[in-house]
């Protein structure tokens, strides 16, 4: 099946009890057992639970994983991956990642003992290699990466890693599996945060893992289970009845966002452009078949970002990305807040960097948006 096809039929089996072709939502925390063990696959919700494993069937599906993992948001499913490793670990990672996934890597997990170090988009196969240690045990790479969109080069992390034993995860939220599948060029684990463009409404918060490997996904779901952090069933039925129009959605945040980048590149008041696009030779190698929904731009100095926004009336400032409206927002002061300044700054995440969400409302519609509040500044 191709994914426009998986994404409406995996994982969404008739209910046998009253043949609606809509599965239920299982607002149960438990199961009957007729006879202690014996029960139909589920004992207690913690553990499973039918709307989830439908949700997961379905992002497995989608991913070319054998094992999905569904979680209460991102950073919880980032936290089991992270979790799973031990004290003494180390984990290079792409340098600019989610501002969340900043924060667990250097103000929590450090405190576990794991370390953690960085590398840039542009830094060689070479470059990788040295700042691999003998600790080394998992390289994250988030690509395109929140919210400069610099591509991480999947091949090189490959080469890099070599023989080791080392784990390539990436996060694979901004270009989800309609544009990229990661697993199918060698990553071992791939992070979404479903809250984005999986979901695709604004109306859940929501993560997901998907992995080849038995043991990992067993460490994963051990963790999931101990810690608990679950997704209600309705979020997980939000979260399906989003992923069904996921595939005809990206076309369609793709369609807009290259044409607004274009246009935006026109703008005297706009000093620079990120848009993953750009980069031809770094979605070329990572197999991404188009350039997503994001873009960012600098606005020149002088200009009021507040003001900007003010303007709008389509693109309304707010957290968050990957839905269907269209959204603003400035990474320094917002997403990205609990990163130090000196790392935003040299990651370019400045005070005058502005994200936008590009939704799927009509292009024309969005552009006059955008010119009329760009015009006033
Ligand atoms: C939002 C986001 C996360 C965190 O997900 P939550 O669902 O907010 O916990 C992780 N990675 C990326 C790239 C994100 O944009």
Known sequence: MKEATKVIHEGQPVDLTTN???PPVYFTSTYYQNGVGNHKGFDYSRGGHPNRQHLETALSSLE???YGLVFASGCAATTAVLGSLSPGDHV???DTVYGGTYALFTQLFTRWGLTFSFFKSTDSVSDIRRKITAKT???WIETPANPTLQVFSLPDCLAAKGKRKIKIVVDNTFATPILQRPLTQGADVVVHSSTKYIGGHSDLIGGALVCNDKKLYEAYHFYLKSTGAIPG???CYLAHRGLKTLAIRMQAHCDNAEYLV????KYPKISQVYYPGFDTKGLAENHMSRAGGVISIELK???DSDQFFKRLKLFRLAESLGGVESLISLPYAMSHV???VSIRKRLGVTSRLIRLSVGIEDKHDLRDDLNTALKGL
Request: glycine letters at 8%; proline letters at 8%; hydrophobic letters at 35%.
């Open 137 to 139: 045990k998992l390289i």
């Open 262 to 265: 274009e246009e935006l590149k």
């Open 233 to 235: 069933p309705m979020d």
């Open 301 to 303: 100095r002088g200009c």
């Open 64 to 66: 070319k994983g054998r």
């Open 338 to 340: 609990r990163m130090p």
């Open 92 to 94: 290079l990672s792409s």
């Open 20 to 22: 609606a072709i809509m």
